[in-house]
């Protein structure tokens, strides 16, 4: 592959093995309140309300309901209750109002959904060699600090898409280490994981190993096989891979390369495209036309791209993270605090996990900076030198794991069908903003954009679309 300065991207500025850059005191903010979580609106069936009666009268109910110009389903049950459909466009309000207002109406309520109690909780080991032991590791997926997925896998197992199944998410990266081929081999973490129409940009064939382990964790972040008592979990473990190598065994890339990946991914089925990467902050949209276009290509035909802030402290975003149509995704600690080495600025739509130090800039009371924090783990190889040898490493971190805590949500939100069967980009966006937990002083702000994402909350059908559109 022949490369093209100015338009060399490094993948691996987006993984961060050493904290870079900080934020100056003039950049530094009021402290902020607490984490606020979303309110939970209970969930009912649409139409239909429940209605007790003093006395288990057919008479009386029919009557009842053709004054409302409902209709009952069934009789009224021994303890004198009766289900209403209520005339299609009437307002649940004013329709319990009228009800509870009549007499001999002992109580009028909406039918109320229930759902599968509790959350699940997988029996992968992580390090401890014990049933559940990725708890102790994955912080990142764990409520407060974390996305709350045990909530999302529980909704996804209820709404019959457990963990994503049915969505298509692209990893545009390094490769893949999905399955054998010439001395490499599949990741043992990915025994379970679907893959579909790999294609490699560097070497030109349609096997895009992994060379230098980047892909492979991001992959195993969006959808490493979970509940199979090895390793870890994939936050949309039912998901498809859809593997594009666009990046070299050094983790670089040119615009050419990337531009062509995204309309490849676009093309063979993506329905969530993830950029773990990011061009120098010099780089300008002006010299990027190829890949801003694929961009917008990406998102006429519905395909959500989420992409990595970028690693260099600054009060900018990286391109692609800064393009129109991309979700952009800075970092955030197991403090639920800015990561020192977060991009942030204008344009900032979400954060999520992305391990490592808290900033010392923003002098909130849940950033205490000068602490030593936990990384993002997952399972990759150490050394493109052994693609063949597997662990979990440490001190991995970065916006390129936070983008990719995202692209999983996506595929979640997807596949929960909360927004229906086809949801826009933009309405993606708008569901992963309205159901983040807000940080900062106030929401959305340039260090935290709408907030932490809850996939939990986002995949809950018990908290309506907004009808708003993304902010």
């Known amino acids: 592959m022949v490369s093209h300065p100015p338009f060399r991207v490094v993948a691996i500025a987006a993984l961060v093995i050493a904290a870079v850059g900080a934020f100056s005191r003039a950049s530094s903010v009021s402290a902020a309140g607490p984490v606020r979580a979303p309110r939970l609106a209970p969930r009912y069936v649409p139409g239909e309300v429940l209605v007790g009666y003093s006395s288990a009268d057919a008479s009386f109910t029919a009557q009842l309901a053709r004054k409302m110009g409902a209709s009952a389903l069934g009789s009224p049950t021994t303890s004198g209750e009766t289900l209403l459909r209520l005339p299609p466009g009437t307002s649940m309000s004013s329709a319990l109002a009228s009800l509870r207002?009549?007499?001999g109406v002992v109580y009028a309520v909406p039918d109320y959904v229930a759902h599968v109690a509790g959350t699940f909780i997988p029996?992968?080991?992580?390090r401890t060699g014990r049933p559940h032991g990725w708890e102790a590791v994955q912080w990142n997926f764990l409520a407060r600090a974390g996305v709350n997925a045990p909530e999302a896998w529980a909704n996804l197992i209820a709404d019959h898409h457990a963990g994503g199944r049915g969505v298509t998410v692209a990893i545009l990266d390094t490769g893949v280490a999905y399955r054998a081929w010439r001395g490499?081999?599949?990741?043992p973490d990915f025994a379970g994981t679907r893959f579909a129409?790999?294609?490699?940009?560097?070497?030109?064939?349609?096997?895009?190993?992994?060379?230098e382990g980047h892909g492979t964790f991001i992959a195993g972040t969006v959808a490493e096989a979970t509940n199979n008592g090895l390793a870890l979990t994939g936050l949309a473990y039912g998901a498809t891979i859809l593997p594009v190598r666009v990046l070299d065994q050094n983790?670089?890339?040119d615009a050419a390369?990337?531009?062509?990946?995204?309309d490849y991914a676009v093309n063979h089925g993506a329905q969530v495209i993830n950029l773990s990467l990011e061009f120098d902050l010099s780089v300008t949209a002006a010299s990027i036309p190829g890949v801003l276009r694929a961009i917008a290509y990406a998102h006429r035909r519905g395909v959500t791209v989420v992409a990595a802030a970028g690693n260099d402290g600054a009060m900018q975003l990286a391109y692609p993270a800064r393009a129109p149509d991309v979700i952009s995704v800075g970092a955030t600690t197991r403090d639920g605090c800015l990561a020192d080495y977060s991009d942030v600025g204008t344009g900032l739509d979400l954060v999520a996990p992305g391990g490592g130090q808290d900033s010392p800039a923003l002098g909130q009371p849940n950033c205490r900076p000068g602490r030593r924090l936990p990384d993002i783990s997952q399972m990759t190889f150490l050394s493109g030198a052994h693609p063949s040898r597997f662990t979990l490493p440490i001190g991995w971190y970065g916006?390129?794991?936070?983008?990719?805590?995202?692209?999983?949500?996506?595929?979640?939100?997807?596949?929960?069908?909360?927004?229906?069967?086809?949801?826009?980009?933009?309405?993606?966006?708008a569901r992963l903003e309205q159901t983040a937990q807000p940080l900062g002083a106030q929401s959305p702000n340039v260090y935290y954009g709408s907030g932490l994402i809850d996939a939990g909350a986002a995949t809950s059908a018990?908290?309506?679309?907004?009808p708003h559109g993304p902010r």
């Open 101 to 103: 207002r009549e007499p």
């Open 123 to 126: 029996n992968d080991r992580g």
């Open 184 to 187: 490499y081999r599949r990741s």
């Open 197 to 211: 129409a790999p294609y490699d940009f560097i070497a030109h064939n349609h096997f895009p190993l992994d060379r």
């Open 251 to 253: 983790g670089e890339g």
């Open 257 to 262: 390369t990337i531009a062509r990946g995204i």
């Open 399 to 429: 916006t390129s794991m936070a983008a990719a805590h995202v692209a999983a949500a996506a595929a979640l939100v997807i596949a929960s069908r909360v927004l229906g069967p086809n949801p826009t980009p933009d309405q993606i966006l």
């Open 462 to 466: 018990a908290i309506p679309p907004s």
